[in-house]
């Protein structure tokens, strides 16, 4: 099986995602527009779209998000197996007909609960999971779902942190597959900023190792949830076919 991943910047990466899709049989082909590499008009068995600085609508600064847009959709509406982290979370809502704005509450980063509501016990990458720690860190939010989006995960202060459309199609706020060396670099990247707003680095980052059991045990279970929902829409493709 084999995933499409659309790669929005350099440093926000497949992090742990791509040993654990791995490890699930899933050859992940991944597309750079950051580098100029076109933005294919389907995707293979499955699609991820990760995140990145870029503002979801910012299509002047970002030419490809449009095409990312229209990709996000179309494999939506065909049932393609889809998976949205942070920036991909809120172009889906976009390109699905929800509403994605700066956050009210500011920049949200560090491990966070994230709790999943009734309609995650018997969702395919949410079932089973109570409160679970996430690495987040973004400062849009989506503020409204798209019609027919099913809420399965809240947070505070953002409550949008988990939703699905249709079958096979989740948008997630947070980052599932940001480890610790993920987001220490994340971290050093932007410490002066994250000092200007009064964050500590060293206690992000000692937060994110605190949980790194809790996280890795969560976040491998969900990719592999995931790979085998692609796996399985391929196996119904082929059975159509």
């Known amino acids: ?29 991944v597309v750079r527009p950051h580098l100029g590499e076109p933005i294919p008009r389907r995707a293979r068995d499955g699609l991820i779209v990760l995140g990145g600085t870029a503002a979801a609508w910012e299509d002047e600064r970002f030419p490809w998000l449009p095409e990312t847009r229209a990709l996000i959709r179309s494999s939506v509406e065909n049932g393609v197996p889809t998976l949205g982290v942070c920036l991909g979370a809120q172009l889906m809502a976009l390109a699905c007909g929800g509403s994605v704005e700066r956050g009210e509450h500011g920049l949200e980063v560090g491990v966070t609960e994230v709790v999943p509501l009734p309609a995650a016990a018997d969702d395919p990458l949410f079932t089973g999971f109570g409160p679970v720690p996430a690495v987040q860190y973004h400062g849009d939010a989506v503020t409204r779902l798209p019609e027919g989006a099913v809420p399965l995960a809240v947070g505070d202060p953002y409550p949008n942190q988990a939703y699905r459309l249709g079958e096979r199609a989740w948008g997630v706020q947070f980052h599932p597959e940001a480890d610790v060396e993920v987001f220490t670099d994340w971290t050093g990247h932007s410490a002066e900023h994250l000092t200007g707003l009064g964050h500590s680095v060293e206690e992000l980052n000692a937060g994110v190792k605190a949980a790194e059991e809790d996280l890795t045990r969560t976040w491998r279970t969900f990719a592999r949830r995931f790979a085998a929902v692609v796996e399985s829409a391929g196996e119904g493709t082929d059975a159509a076919g």
């Open 1 to 29: 099986m084999r995933i499409t991943v659309v790669e929005n910047e350099a440093g926000a990466g497949l992090g742990a995602f791509a040993g654990w899709l791995a490890d699930s049989g899933a050859e992940c082909e």
